[in-house]
Structures are given as structure tokens and as C-alpha cells.
């Protein structure tokens, strides 16, 4: 997971991410340690999650069952050996901890109830033609009474926070997104977050939307096999994240993996390069439905099956894949990369199709010099965005590595 404790710095200490310590002033920071350990690995015993990070036995021990006491873990069935005691696996409680997400799109916007291990409780999403700060204030307060009013005292007493995933500067794109000035131009003195905080009584945590959706990959998808990659997510229009080292890196001002501002081709002599968002978004898709004579709603409606749209989707990924091979390596010239990973908001035959043509286009390039990339399918699909969002919360909480995503 992506966070560090501030008992660390406390005490004076640097600590290594993956090692816990026996002295007293980090007893939060080892705590955080085990769950991420056991998120990542699944259910753990004792012995286990001593040999992983140098802690003594008594000292794992305690912490575990601190754990327990405090609902996050709970025990699973005795595992005996040849010898000995048997071990008892620990893993996260789902009722240990719950938070909400809001993702705001370009065409769409969620807000999801989730548990401690990542899964979506209830999730209640809205369709429009362009977003308004009215409108989704009030889908807000609205969704949000909906899925918090069949929750228990005690659920409702764990959720740890909102996250918000949406698009960073909303007001900058106002060709696309195709909504009138006036209400592009709202979201400029619109502060999102603090309305938000204005109608819950929970910390409220704001992130770009493509990267929300690289940590949601990195904490329920793929992403943990993978020591370091660029995340690529298309939606509206198309953006990224960027993992090193296992960690989300969202860079000094949080535009790390804003792939879609690449430049990728050139145009008319005298004129700027186009960019990636410009080539390869799904708005452009949107936009090639309606010069086909098709209806562009299905795409916003239906992300399982797009086969009634024919022929346009193969021509959109022809044209998508052009500019994001190109956009690929040029970052994988910059940082080397064991993989890049990439999902959306298109159905899983649609996602396939992207990442086999990326594959061939960038293969077919001169990129004599640089390593090898692997390029993979994300794992969650059109709904990364929101649950990237709602982790946030729970990274906030429990996660290690915390200056890494909240800096």
C-alpha cells in the first residue's frame, strides 16, 4: 500500500518500507505495516508476518491481536502443521472499515459505499451531458443518504472518510467536454472539496481522477505484481499514473502520469503538435459515432457491450493505439519501466483489442535504446476511477507510505 506514519518521523527514524522495528515510538507504524502486508499477501499468521519484517515474535503477536481487538483483522481457521501449535491465519475484516467514494467524469459521475478489502457495498451512478457544480453537489447529498441508510450504528461509525477522484482543471476543456462556456468557466471559483466537506461530518481527500484510478489498480487490481509501471486509463478523455518502485509516485505537484498532455504528432506547418487527449480520448469516439449516423449514448450507458456500434470502435482503436504507442515510448525513454498498464471505460473485448494493437505498433517502432516493456491489461475496468476514490480514505488511515499519495 502507499503510505508512511508520522510516529516514524517522530522518532527521529528513518525506516525501511517493507521492515517493521521493536522500539516502542512506531507501534502505529508497525500496525500499518501488518494490514498492508496482509492486503497484499492475504491471510497471514503470526510467525508469517514475523518473518517478513524482522519483528520479534511477542512483538507480532501483540500487534495482531491489537488488531483484532480493534475489528481490522479477523482470525481464519487453525492451519496445523507436522509440529508444533497450529498457526492461525489473520486477514482484513471487511466490517473493520469502510469510506466513500465520488468520481466526477466528463459524462458521468458515481459515488460508491466500500469495505475495508475493497469491495463495493452499493454504488449509485448519474449520466449527463456535461457536468454543472449544482448538479453534482446535489447528486452528493442525495446518493449519499441513499447508501448510508441501511448501514448499522457500528458501520456507519467506521467509515474513515470521502474520497474524491475528478478530472484536474475542469474548466481547461471546454471543447470536448462540449459544454457551454458559462458552465465550464463555474468550476474555476468552484471548490469542489470543500462543498464536499460541507455535507459529511468525514475527512475529505481530493485526487485526480486518472491517478485515483492508478491506485486503485496498484491496491485491488494487478498492480501489486508489478515493482514499478505507467498506467494509462481512458475515459472521456485520457490520462494516467505512475508507480515506482511500488508505490504511487504523483510527482511534486500531483501531475505525474498526465499522459494525455504527450505530444504525439505533428500537425500543419506553423502549428503545435497535437497531444495524446487530442488522438486518443473516447470522446473522439463519441465524436465518430455521430458522424457515422449512430447514437454515442450507448457508450456512456453500456461498458460491457459496445458490438452494436460495429466497425467505429475498431476505427477508433486503429487511431487511439497510433498515438499511444508513440506516447509509450517516449516515457518508457525517460523511465524504465517494467510495465505499463492499461484500462478504461470500454468494455474488457475493447481493452483487449487496445493493448494487442499497442503491443504490435510498439514493437514495430526504432526504440534502439531502451528496454523492453510489457504491456498488460488493468484489472478493475470502468470503475477504477470511483474505487480509486474511495482507497483514498483507507490509505489515509491505515496505509504506509502516506507522504507518498497525500504530499
Known sequence: MLSTDKAAGDAGERLDTSRGTNQTGVKLYNERLVLSLV??????????????TGLSAQASSVIMKQLEMDGLLVRGEPQRGKVGQPSIPMALNPEGAFSVGFKIGRRS?????????GTPRQMIRTTFAYPTPALLKQFFQTSLETITDNMTRIQFSRVRGVGIAAPSEMWSWEEEVGAPHDVVDAWRSFDLKA???????WPVHFYNDATAACAAELAFGEGGKYPDFL?????TLVGGGVVLDGSLYPGRRGYAGAIGSAP???TEAGKPPKRLIQCASIYLLERMIRDSGGDPSLIWHNNEDW????????????QATDSLALAIGS???????????????????VR????????QKLAAMDVQGVAPVEIVEGKIGSDARVLGAASLPLLAEYARHRDLLFN
Open 264 to 266: 504525439v504528432s505533428t
Open 307 to 318: 458490438s452494436a456500434l460495429g466497425g467505429v470502435v475498431d476505427r477508433w482503436v486503429e
Open 331 to 349: 516515457a518508457i525513454s525517460v523511465i524504465d519501466f517494467h510495465n505499463v498498464v492499461i484500462d478504461g471505460g470500454f468494455p474488457p473485448d
Open 109 to 117: 459521475a458515481d459515488l460508491v459505499l466500500m469495505d475495508m478489502v
Open 39 to 52: 492486503r497484499t499477501h492475504g491471510p497471514l499468521s503470526k510467525g508469517e508476518i514475523s518473518r517478513m
Open 195 to 201: 462543498e464536499v466537506a460541507q455535507l459529511c461530518d
Open 352 to 359: 483487449a483489442k487496445v493493448v494487442a494493437r499497442t503491443r
Open 231 to 235: 498506467y494509462v486509463f481512458f475515459a
